[in-house]
């Protein structure tokens, strides 16, 4: 049973003791992502009015560069709460250190998944949202199974989120005046809100993933890299 409620407790029971290095990686995490967004801001908003045809061609290719750099800040923080749920008392700040170095497995699965929601959403809106959270997933198996191929994590996160769907983006939904109110704080309160959602999407990948091979959907082995499961 997909039991939000189990999963935030779940959550908070893994952050206890840990909330002090969970918010210095919530707080980089966060940082990594705002500097990598500033020359892009800076470009179209500013530049590009004066030079059209240069600038906007240099913005669609610095708009790649952001993109990148955000999944290797994400694939830092997933790799950081994976780790805490499993073993809270071996993980420690270096575990999101150990998590940077997985920074092209990162990378390209931002801009993988970006492309593919990009385009279903060419064809409406809707399909586009329920491809995002088909592939909401493959940080967490990445984090946990570093040597698969992008395109594995990708075709196992469609797996595992098979008539679950609904469920995350209820999931997503739950956190909506946490959100609200950190809104009005000016953004910090994110800052402590980042670390609790995250590591309830661990618990929620945990559950999934296990279910998923309970069923017979998936099997352990499939997230063996040298597995010769078609998918």
């Not at 470009?43 to 061609?57: Q, V």
């Not at 790649?64 to 955000?70: D, F, K, N, Y």
């Not at 279903?120 to 997933?137: C, D, E, T």
Request: some cysteine.
């Amino acid at each position: 049973m997909f039991d939000r409620k189990a999963f935030k407790a779940a959550a908070l029971h893994s952050l206890r003791g840990k909330w002090k290095t969970s918010l210095l990686v919530s707080v980089l995490g966060l940082a990594i992502q705002g500097i990598a967004t500033l020359p892009f801001t800076r470009i179209y908003f500013g530049e590009a009015s004066y030079h059209h045809s240069f600038h906007l061609d240099l913005t669609s290719l610095l708009f790649l560069l952001p993109l990148a750099i955000t999944g290797v800040s994400t694939i830092g923080q997933t790799f950081f709460f994976t780790r805490l749920a499993r073993d809270k008392d071996s993980t420690s700040f270096s575990t999101f250190i150990d998590g940077l170095n997985l920074w092209l497995r990162g990378a390209l699965a931002s801009l993988w998944t970006t492309l593919w929601c990009f385009l279903w959403s060419l064809l409406f809106v809707i399909p586009g949202i329920v491809k995002l959270y088909a592939y909401s997933q493959i940080y967490f198996i990445l984090s946990e199974h570093p040597n698969l191929t992008v395109r594995k994590a990708m075709q196992l996160s469609k797996h595992i989120t098979r008539g679950y769907k609904g469920e995350l983006f209820i999931l997503d939904l739950s956190f909506l005046g946490w959100i609200i109110l950190c809104y009005l704080t000016g953004g910090l309160g994110f800052i402590a809100l980042l670390p609790y959602m995250t590591e309830t999407k661990v618990q929620a990948y945990r559950f999934l993933k296990s279910q998923a091979v309970t069923i017979g959907i998936l099997k352990k082995e499939d997230f063996d890299p040298d597995s010769t499961h078609n998918f």
